[in-house]
Protein backbone atom coordinates (compact mmCIF):
# COMPACT_ATOMS: atom_id res chain seq x y z
CA UNK A 1 0.00 0.00 0.00
CA UNK A 2 0.85 3.19 -0.91
CA UNK A 3 0.00 6.05 1.55
CA UNK A 4 0.78 9.40 3.31
CA UNK A 5 0.24 8.06 7.13
CA UNK A 6 0.88 4.55 8.62
CA UNK A 7 -1.84 2.10 9.46
CA UNK A 8 0.88 0.00 10.91
CA UNK A 9 -0.85 0.62 14.68
CA UNK A 10 -4.19 -0.76 12.95
CA UNK A 11 -2.18 -4.60 13.43
CA UNK A 12 -3.59 -5.03 9.66
CA UNK A 13 -1.63 -8.75 9.48
CA UNK A 14 1.43 -10.04 7.96
CA UNK A 15 0.31 -10.00 4.47
CA UNK A 16 0.49 -6.35 4.36
CA UNK A 17 3.50 -3.92 3.73
CA UNK A 18 3.32 0.15 3.43
CA UNK A 19 5.50 2.19 1.17
CA UNK A 20 5.06 5.58 2.77
CA UNK A 21 5.06 8.91 1.47
CA UNK A 22 7.43 10.94 3.44
CA UNK A 23 7.45 13.26 4.38
CA UNK A 24 4.23 14.42 3.56
CA UNK A 25 3.57 17.00 0.97
CA UNK A 26 2.31 20.21 2.77
CA UNK A 27 -0.60 21.09 0.41
CA UNK A 28 -2.09 23.88 2.11
CA UNK A 29 1.18 25.80 1.47
CA UNK A 30 0.32 26.15 -2.36
CA UNK A 31 -3.21 26.83 -1.70
CA UNK A 32 -2.13 30.36 0.59
CA UNK A 33 0.68 30.80 -1.93
CA UNK A 34 -1.68 30.31 -5.45
CA UNK A 35 -4.71 31.87 -3.93
CA UNK A 36 -3.76 34.85 -0.93
CA UNK A 37 -5.69 32.67 1.83
CA UNK A 38 -4.24 34.06 4.82
CA UNK A 39 -5.77 30.82 6.99
CA UNK A 40 -8.06 28.09 6.01
CA UNK A 41 -11.02 30.12 7.04
CA UNK A 42 -10.83 32.73 4.80
CA UNK A 43 -12.14 29.54 1.80
CA UNK A 44 -15.63 30.31 2.31
CA UNK A 45 -14.50 33.04 0.55
CA UNK A 46 -13.68 31.44 -2.77
CA UNK A 47 -15.34 30.61 -5.74
CA UNK A 48 -16.07 27.31 -7.24
CA UNK A 49 -13.68 27.62 -10.05
CA UNK A 50 -11.13 28.74 -7.64
CA UNK A 51 -12.26 25.51 -5.74
CA UNK A 52 -11.70 23.52 -9.10
CA UNK A 53 -7.98 25.01 -9.50
CA UNK A 54 -7.11 24.35 -6.01
CA UNK A 55 -7.71 20.37 -6.43
CA UNK A 56 -6.14 20.23 -9.19
CA UNK A 57 -2.77 21.96 -7.84
CA UNK A 58 -3.37 20.03 -4.87
CA UNK A 59 -4.14 16.73 -7.59
CA UNK A 60 -1.14 17.52 -9.49
CA UNK A 61 1.57 18.66 -6.76
CA UNK A 62 1.08 15.95 -4.75
CA UNK A 63 0.73 13.27 -7.32
CA UNK A 64 4.29 14.55 -8.66
CA UNK A 65 5.96 14.19 -4.75
CA UNK A 66 4.37 10.28 -4.62
CA UNK A 67 5.56 9.72 -7.75
CA UNK A 68 9.50 10.70 -6.99
CA UNK A 69 9.26 8.66 -3.58
CA UNK A 70 12.13 5.94 -4.14
CA UNK A 71 9.79 3.24 -3.19
CA UNK A 72 7.50 3.75 -5.54
CA UNK A 73 10.06 4.52 -8.35
CA UNK A 74 11.15 0.89 -7.39
CA UNK A 75 7.51 -0.48 -8.59
CA UNK A 76 7.71 1.47 -11.65
CA UNK A 77 10.82 0.44 -12.59
CA UNK A 78 10.44 -3.10 -11.39
CA UNK A 79 11.86 -5.95 -14.10
CA UNK A 80 9.22 -8.52 -12.44
CA UNK A 81 5.80 -7.83 -13.15
CA UNK A 82 4.16 -11.21 -14.16
CA UNK A 83 2.06 -12.51 -11.25
CA UNK A 84 3.01 -10.13 -8.74
CA UNK A 85 -0.29 -8.55 -8.19
CA UNK A 86 -3.76 -8.74 -8.74
CA UNK A 87 -5.41 -5.85 -8.44
CA UNK A 88 -4.62 -2.04 -8.17
CA UNK A 89 -6.76 -0.40 -5.81
CA UNK A 90 -6.53 3.19 -6.49
CA UNK A 91 -8.06 6.43 -4.89
CA UNK A 92 -10.02 8.36 -7.37
CA UNK A 93 -8.90 11.87 -6.33
CA UNK A 94 -6.82 13.73 -8.79
CA UNK A 95 -3.99 10.57 -9.21
CA UNK A 96 -4.85 9.70 -12.20
CA UNK A 97 -0.90 9.21 -13.59
CA UNK A 98 -1.06 6.17 -10.87
CA UNK A 99 -3.99 4.05 -12.89
CA UNK A 100 -0.59 3.62 -15.49
CA UNK A 101 0.48 0.46 -12.37
CA UNK A 102 -2.51 -1.47 -13.49
CA UNK A 103 -1.19 -1.11 -17.90
CA UNK A 104 2.61 -2.12 -15.98
CA UNK A 105 1.84 -5.19 -14.16
CA UNK A 106 -1.20 -5.92 -16.32
CA UNK A 107 -3.90 -6.13 -13.52
CA UNK A 108 -7.48 -4.67 -13.64
CA UNK A 109 -8.46 -1.41 -11.09
CA UNK A 110 -10.43 -0.65 -8.27
CA UNK A 111 -11.10 2.91 -7.12
CA UNK A 112 -12.36 4.65 -4.38
CA UNK A 113 -13.95 7.90 -4.97
CA UNK A 114 -13.56 9.95 -1.53
CA UNK A 115 -16.20 12.65 -2.57
CA UNK A 116 -18.90 10.07 -3.78
CA UNK A 117 -20.11 10.64 -6.89
CA UNK A 118 -18.77 13.41 -9.19
CA UNK A 119 -20.37 15.09 -12.18
CA UNK A 120 -16.97 14.12 -14.40
CA UNK A 121 -18.08 9.92 -13.85
CA UNK A 122 -20.25 10.34 -16.77
CA UNK A 123 -17.51 10.05 -19.01
CA UNK A 124 -15.16 7.88 -16.91
CA UNK A 125 -18.33 5.11 -16.37
CA UNK A 126 -20.24 5.44 -19.69
CA UNK A 127 -23.43 7.04 -18.37
CA UNK A 128 -25.08 10.41 -18.68
CA UNK A 129 -25.51 12.66 -15.13
CA UNK A 130 -28.47 15.16 -15.77
CA UNK A 131 -27.64 18.75 -14.49
CA UNK A 132 -31.16 19.23 -14.49
CA UNK A 133 -31.57 17.59 -11.37
CA UNK A 134 -27.64 17.01 -9.79
CA UNK A 135 -26.19 19.47 -8.49
CA UNK A 136 -22.38 19.95 -8.70
CA UNK A 137 -20.79 18.78 -5.70
CA UNK A 138 -19.34 22.26 -5.17
CA UNK A 139 -22.39 23.62 -5.69
CA UNK A 140 -24.54 25.07 -2.68
CA UNK A 141 -28.26 23.50 -4.17
CA UNK A 142 -30.26 20.55 -3.88
CA UNK A 143 -31.89 18.30 -5.99
CA UNK A 144 -34.96 20.62 -6.13
CA UNK A 145 -32.80 23.99 -8.54
CA UNK A 146 -34.72 26.99 -10.05
CA UNK A 147 -34.40 27.97 -13.14
CA UNK A 148 -31.28 30.15 -12.45
CA UNK A 149 -30.20 27.52 -9.82
CA UNK A 150 -29.80 24.66 -13.07
CA UNK A 151 -28.41 27.57 -15.42
CA UNK A 152 -25.52 27.80 -12.86
CA UNK A 153 -25.12 23.99 -12.59
CA UNK A 154 -24.68 23.50 -15.94
CA UNK A 155 -22.42 26.21 -16.44
CA UNK A 156 -20.05 24.60 -13.78
CA UNK A 157 -20.34 21.28 -14.45
CA UNK A 158 -19.67 21.88 -18.53
CA UNK A 159 -16.55 23.99 -17.33
CA UNK A 160 -15.29 21.59 -14.80
CA UNK A 161 -15.94 18.60 -18.07
CA UNK A 162 -14.19 20.99 -20.67
CA UNK A 163 -11.26 22.44 -18.18
CA UNK A 164 -10.51 18.90 -17.43
CA UNK A 165 -10.35 17.57 -21.16
CA UNK A 166 -8.05 20.70 -22.39
CA UNK A 167 -6.10 22.05 -19.19
CA UNK A 168 -6.10 19.81 -16.58
CA UNK A 169 -5.72 16.04 -18.42
CA UNK A 170 -3.04 16.86 -20.36
CA UNK A 171 -0.77 17.90 -17.48
CA UNK A 172 -1.06 14.78 -15.82
CA UNK A 173 -0.73 12.89 -18.77
CA UNK A 174 2.45 14.78 -19.00
CA UNK A 175 3.24 13.78 -15.74
CA UNK A 176 2.59 9.73 -16.41
CA UNK A 177 4.71 10.10 -19.57
CA UNK A 178 7.28 11.41 -17.30
CA UNK A 179 7.83 8.72 -15.09
CA UNK A 180 6.07 5.49 -16.97
CA UNK A 181 7.71 6.52 -20.34
CA UNK A 182 10.80 4.41 -20.05
CA UNK A 183 8.87 1.48 -18.76
CA UNK A 184 5.85 1.30 -20.99
CA UNK A 185 5.72 1.05 -24.69
CA UNK A 186 3.17 3.55 -25.23
CA UNK A 187 1.90 5.15 -22.28
CA UNK A 188 -2.23 5.29 -22.48
CA UNK A 189 -3.65 8.91 -21.92
CA UNK A 190 -5.65 9.36 -18.48
CA UNK A 191 -8.98 9.52 -20.50
CA UNK A 192 -8.35 6.31 -21.48
CA UNK A 193 -7.35 4.51 -18.38
CA UNK A 194 -10.00 5.97 -16.76
CA UNK A 195 -11.91 3.63 -19.33
CA UNK A 196 -10.32 0.84 -17.49
CA UNK A 197 -11.70 1.15 -14.18
CA UNK A 198 -13.78 -2.09 -13.52
CA UNK A 199 -15.89 -1.02 -10.61
CA UNK A 200 -15.51 2.30 -8.87
CA UNK A 201 -15.97 2.41 -4.69
CA UNK A 202 -18.40 5.11 -4.12
CA UNK A 203 -18.48 7.36 -0.53
CA UNK A 204 -21.95 7.53 -1.24
CA UNK A 205 -25.38 5.96 -0.46
CA UNK A 206 -28.97 7.02 0.17
CA UNK A 207 -30.34 9.18 1.53
CA UNK A 208 -27.02 11.58 1.75
CA UNK A 209 -26.92 11.73 -1.88
CA UNK A 210 -28.95 12.49 -4.59
CA UNK A 211 -30.54 9.89 -6.60
CA UNK A 212 -29.20 9.83 -10.24
CA UNK A 213 -28.48 7.70 -12.85
CA UNK A 214 -25.57 4.79 -12.44
CA UNK A 215 -24.22 1.56 -13.47
CA UNK A 216 -23.53 -1.50 -11.52
CA UNK A 217 -20.28 -0.77 -11.64
CA UNK A 218 -20.47 1.54 -9.03
CA UNK A 219 -21.02 0.50 -5.83
CA UNK A 220 -21.80 2.92 -2.99
CA UNK A 221 -19.77 1.88 0.20
CA UNK A 222 -20.54 4.83 2.64
CA UNK A 223 -20.57 4.01 5.89
CA UNK A 224 -17.60 0.96 5.57
CA UNK A 225 -15.14 3.55 7.89
CA UNK A 226 -17.67 3.80 10.65
CA UNK A 227 -17.14 0.55 13.55
CA UNK A 228 -18.39 -0.44 16.57
CA UNK A 229 -17.77 2.19 19.12
CA UNK A 230 -14.65 1.19 21.59
CA UNK A 231 -14.51 2.77 24.52
CA UNK A 232 -13.51 5.98 25.53
CA UNK A 233 -10.53 7.64 27.16
CA UNK A 234 -11.39 8.37 30.90
CA UNK A 235 -10.89 11.97 31.23
CA UNK A 236 -13.44 12.09 28.09
CA UNK A 237 -16.21 9.47 29.12
CA UNK A 238 -16.59 10.52 32.53
CA UNK A 239 -16.63 14.37 31.39
CA UNK A 240 -19.74 13.09 28.69
CA UNK A 241 -21.24 10.82 31.60
CA UNK A 242 -21.64 13.79 33.30
CA UNK A 243 -23.24 15.81 31.34
CA UNK A 244 -26.69 16.08 32.32
CA UNK A 245 -27.94 18.66 30.27
CA UNK A 246 -26.45 17.05 27.37
CA UNK A 247 -23.18 17.56 25.55
CA UNK A 248 -21.95 19.55 21.95
CA UNK A 249 -18.98 18.06 20.10
CA UNK A 250 -17.04 20.26 18.06
CA UNK A 251 -14.39 19.41 15.52
CA UNK A 252 -13.82 21.00 12.21
CA UNK A 253 -11.99 17.80 10.72
CA UNK A 254 -8.07 17.59 10.32
CA UNK A 255 -7.49 20.47 6.97
CA UNK A 256 -9.17 23.34 8.47
CA UNK A 257 -8.29 23.33 12.26
CA UNK A 258 -9.92 25.49 15.24
CA UNK A 259 -6.72 27.11 16.15
CA UNK A 260 -6.17 28.84 13.11
CA UNK A 261 -9.34 30.88 13.75
CA UNK A 262 -9.55 34.32 13.78
CA UNK A 263 -9.24 35.64 17.54
CA UNK A 264 -12.37 37.83 17.42
CA UNK A 265 -14.48 34.45 16.88
CA UNK A 266 -12.75 32.21 18.44
CA UNK A 267 -13.75 34.64 22.21
CA UNK A 268 -17.01 34.75 20.22
CA UNK A 269 -17.69 30.78 20.62
CA UNK A 270 -15.96 30.57 23.76
CA UNK A 271 -18.66 33.27 25.10
CA UNK A 272 -21.68 31.17 23.71
CA UNK A 273 -20.57 27.92 25.28
CA UNK A 274 -19.93 29.42 28.49
CA UNK A 275 -23.16 30.84 28.63
CA UNK A 276 -24.77 27.16 27.98
CA UNK A 277 -25.84 24.47 30.01
CA UNK A 278 -24.39 21.70 28.08
CA UNK A 279 -21.25 20.36 28.26
CA UNK A 280 -18.74 20.78 24.97
CA UNK A 281 -16.32 18.56 23.79
CA UNK A 282 -13.73 20.53 21.13
CA UNK A 283 -11.24 19.18 18.94
CA UNK A 284 -8.46 22.16 19.40
CA UNK A 285 -5.18 22.16 18.37
CA UNK A 286 -3.07 24.26 20.11
CA UNK A 287 -3.60 23.98 24.81
CA UNK A 288 -2.32 27.30 24.76
CA UNK A 289 -6.04 28.87 24.30
CA UNK A 290 -5.76 30.21 27.86
CA UNK A 291 -9.31 30.37 30.13
CA UNK A 292 -11.30 27.85 29.47
CA UNK A 293 -15.38 27.71 30.78
CA UNK A 294 -16.25 24.69 32.94
CA UNK A 295 -18.26 23.52 30.68
CA UNK A 296 -15.38 23.10 27.98
CA UNK A 297 -13.01 20.30 27.24
CA UNK A 298 -10.54 20.56 24.49
CA UNK A 299 -8.14 18.09 23.36
CA UNK A 300 -5.63 18.03 20.07
CA UNK A 301 -7.24 14.95 18.78
CA UNK A 302 -10.38 13.20 19.56
CA UNK A 303 -12.05 10.04 18.55
CA UNK A 304 -14.88 11.46 16.91
CA UNK A 305 -16.94 8.45 16.03
CA UNK A 306 -16.79 6.79 19.37
CA UNK A 307 -17.80 10.49 21.04
CA UNK A 308 -20.96 10.58 18.45
CA UNK A 309 -21.88 7.73 20.20
CA UNK A 310 -22.36 8.53 23.33
CA UNK A 311 -26.30 9.09 24.18
CA UNK A 312 -25.69 12.44 25.79
CA UNK A 313 -23.76 14.23 22.70
CA UNK A 314 -26.69 16.00 21.60
CA UNK A 315 -25.49 18.20 18.79
CA UNK A 316 -21.87 17.73 16.07
CA UNK A 317 -21.19 21.15 15.41
CA UNK A 318 -18.88 20.44 11.58
CA UNK A 319 -17.45 21.79 9.03
CA UNK A 320 -19.35 19.59 6.81
CA UNK A 321 -17.29 16.63 5.24
CA UNK A 322 -18.94 13.71 4.14
CA UNK A 323 -16.99 11.43 6.46
CA UNK A 324 -18.13 13.34 9.58
CA UNK A 325 -21.72 13.87 8.22
CA UNK A 326 -22.49 10.09 8.14
CA UNK A 327 -21.10 9.55 11.31
CA UNK A 328 -23.37 11.93 12.42
CA UNK A 329 -25.99 10.45 10.79
CA UNK A 330 -25.57 7.17 11.48
CA UNK A 331 -25.04 7.60 15.39
CA UNK A 332 -28.70 10.37 14.72
CA UNK A 333 -26.75 13.19 16.16
CA UNK A 334 -28.39 16.14 14.94
CA UNK A 335 -25.52 18.56 13.02
CA UNK A 336 -24.53 22.48 13.21
CA UNK A 337 -22.72 22.99 10.18
CA UNK A 338 -20.17 25.56 9.33
CA UNK A 339 -18.79 24.63 5.83
CA UNK A 340 -16.04 26.25 4.22
CA UNK A 341 -15.15 24.81 0.47
CA UNK A 342 -16.14 22.02 -2.15
CA UNK A 343 -18.67 19.69 -0.61
CA UNK A 344 -19.06 20.62 2.50
CA UNK A 345 -21.95 23.47 1.21
CA UNK A 346 -23.45 20.23 -0.58
CA UNK A 347 -23.42 17.89 2.36
CA UNK A 348 -25.17 20.65 4.70
CA UNK A 349 -27.54 21.89 2.55
CA UNK A 350 -28.65 18.27 2.24
CA UNK A 351 -28.50 18.03 6.07
CA UNK A 352 -30.23 20.88 6.15
CA UNK A 353 -33.59 19.80 3.39
CA UNK A 354 -32.96 16.24 5.49
CA UNK A 355 -34.21 18.67 8.05
CA UNK A 356 -31.53 17.55 10.86
CA UNK A 357 -28.99 20.20 10.99
CA UNK A 358 -28.57 23.52 10.66
CA UNK A 359 -26.24 25.51 8.32
CA UNK A 360 -24.17 28.69 9.30
CA UNK A 361 -21.83 30.88 7.65
CA UNK A 362 -18.85 31.62 9.39
CA UNK A 363 -18.20 34.96 8.75
CA UNK A 364 -21.59 36.26 9.58
CA UNK A 365 -21.83 33.77 13.11
CA UNK A 366 -22.76 36.22 15.51
CA UNK A 367 -23.10 35.32 19.36
CA UNK A 368 -27.27 35.08 18.98
CA UNK A 369 -27.12 33.35 16.14
CA UNK A 370 -24.66 30.47 17.45
CA UNK A 371 -26.60 30.54 20.97
CA UNK A 372 -30.42 30.01 19.61
CA UNK A 373 -29.27 27.73 16.59
CA UNK A 374 -27.56 24.96 19.31
CA UNK A 375 -30.92 25.59 21.17
CA UNK A 376 -32.84 25.34 18.61
CA UNK A 377 -31.26 21.62 17.87
CA UNK A 378 -30.79 20.49 21.27
CA UNK A 379 -34.56 21.60 22.57
CA UNK A 380 -36.37 21.15 19.09
CA UNK A 381 -37.41 17.46 18.91
CA UNK A 382 -38.20 17.74 15.24
CA UNK A 383 -34.28 17.67 14.39
CA UNK A 384 -33.76 14.67 16.66
CA UNK A 385 -37.16 12.82 15.14
CA UNK A 386 -35.47 13.28 11.52
CA UNK A 387 -31.91 12.70 11.95
CA UNK A 388 -33.40 9.04 13.70
CA UNK A 389 -35.28 8.73 10.48
CA UNK A 390 -32.22 9.43 8.32
CA UNK A 391 -30.08 7.05 10.21
CA UNK A 392 -32.89 4.49 10.03
CA UNK A 393 -32.61 4.57 6.21
CA UNK A 394 -28.40 5.19 5.86
CA UNK A 395 -28.28 2.08 7.95
CA UNK A 396 -30.95 -0.29 6.45
CA UNK A 397 -28.93 -2.47 3.80
CA UNK A 398 -29.02 -5.81 2.36
CA UNK A 399 -25.36 -6.29 2.85
CA UNK A 400 -22.91 -4.19 5.38
CA UNK A 401 -20.87 -1.37 3.39
CA UNK A 402 -16.98 -3.05 4.44
CA UNK A 403 -18.52 -6.52 3.05
CA UNK A 404 -19.81 -5.06 0.08
CA UNK A 405 -16.02 -3.53 -0.44
CA UNK A 406 -14.62 -6.57 0.04
CA UNK A 407 -17.01 -8.68 -2.31
CA UNK A 408 -16.28 -6.56 -5.16
CA UNK A 409 -12.67 -6.24 -4.84
CA UNK A 410 -12.23 -9.92 -5.27
CA UNK A 411 -15.21 -9.97 -7.92
CA UNK A 412 -12.72 -7.65 -10.33
CA UNK A 413 -10.02 -10.31 -9.32
CA UNK A 414 -12.05 -13.39 -9.71
CA UNK A 415 -14.11 -12.46 -12.82
CA UNK A 416 -10.11 -10.52 -14.40
CA UNK A 417 -11.44 -7.55 -14.60
CA UNK A 418 -14.84 -7.92 -14.93
CA UNK A 419 -15.18 -6.48 -18.68
CA UNK A 420 -19.20 -7.83 -18.64
CA UNK A 421 -19.71 -4.82 -16.20
CA UNK A 422 -18.25 -2.31 -18.63
CA UNK A 423 -20.78 -0.03 -20.08
CA UNK A 424 -20.37 0.24 -23.97
CA UNK A 425 -21.42 4.11 -23.99
CA UNK A 426 -17.51 4.48 -23.10
CA UNK A 427 -16.03 2.86 -26.77
CA UNK A 428 -18.92 5.71 -28.54
CA UNK A 429 -16.95 8.68 -29.48
CA UNK A 430 -18.69 12.01 -27.70
CA UNK A 431 -21.23 12.67 -30.33
CA UNK A 432 -22.27 9.63 -30.77
CA UNK A 433 -22.33 9.00 -26.74
CA UNK A 434 -24.64 12.65 -26.70
CA UNK A 435 -26.99 10.87 -30.09
CA UNK A 436 -25.83 13.73 -31.46
CA UNK A 437 -25.05 12.66 -34.60
CA UNK A 438 -28.74 10.85 -34.33
CA UNK A 439 -30.43 14.34 -33.30
CA UNK A 440 -28.61 15.72 -36.44
CA UNK A 441 -29.87 13.12 -38.58
CA UNK A 442 -33.03 13.01 -37.51
CA UNK A 443 -33.35 17.32 -37.70
CA UNK A 444 -32.36 17.08 -41.34
CA UNK A 445 -35.14 14.66 -42.25
CA UNK A 446 -37.40 17.24 -40.28
CA UNK A 447 -36.48 19.68 -42.06
CA UNK A 448 -36.34 17.93 -45.16
CA UNK A 449 -39.89 16.88 -44.70
CA UNK A 450 -40.79 20.48 -44.50
CA UNK A 451 -38.53 22.26 -46.73
CA UNK A 452 -39.02 19.78 -49.93
CA UNK A 453 -43.05 20.39 -49.97
CA UNK A 454 -42.43 24.33 -49.77
CA UNK A 455 -39.90 23.81 -52.51
CA UNK A 456 -41.68 21.78 -54.81
CA UNK A 457 -44.95 24.34 -54.14
CA UNK A 458 -42.54 26.92 -55.31
CA UNK A 459 -41.63 25.22 -58.47
CA UNK A 460 -45.07 24.89 -58.97
CA UNK A 461 -46.00 28.52 -58.52
CA UNK A 462 -42.97 29.76 -60.67
CA UNK A 463 -43.94 27.43 -63.40
CA UNK A 464 -47.70 28.23 -63.47
CA UNK A 465 -46.36 31.70 -64.07
CA UNK A 466 -44.53 31.05 -66.71
CA UNK A 467 -46.99 28.84 -68.66
CA UNK A 468 -49.16 31.87 -68.29
CA UNK A 469 -47.05 34.57 -69.20
CA UNK A 470 -46.28 32.27 -72.50
CA UNK A 471 -49.89 32.05 -73.00
CA UNK A 472 -50.71 36.02 -72.56
CA UNK A 473 -48.23 36.40 -75.06
Not at 41 to 46: C, E, G, K, S
Request: hydrophobic residues 45%.
Amino acid sequence: MIAAFSLESQQLGSNYTELLIEPVYDFWHDVKLNFGVQHLFDLTRMKNYDFLKMLEIIGLKTTEHALLQPKVQSLIHATETEGVFDLLLAEQFYQEAFLALAYKYNIPIVTTSTLGYENHMSQMMGLITPWSFVPHGFMPFTDRMSFLERLRNTYVSLYEDLDRLYNYFPKMDNLAKQHFGNVLADVPKVRQMEKQISVMLLNSHAPLTTARPTVDAMVPVAGMHIYPPKQLPADMQSFLDAATDGAIFFSLGSNVQSKEMPADMLRLFLRVFGSLKQRVLWKFEDDSIGQLPENVMIRKWLPQVDILAHPNVKVFITHGGLFGTQEGVHYAVPMLGIPFYCDQHLNMNKAVLGGYAISLHFQSITDDLLRNSLLQLIHNSSYQEQVQRVSRIFRDRPIQPRKSAVYWIEYVIKHKGAPHMRSAGLDLEWYQFYLLDVIAFVTVIALACVLLPLLAIRLLRKSDKQHMKIKGN
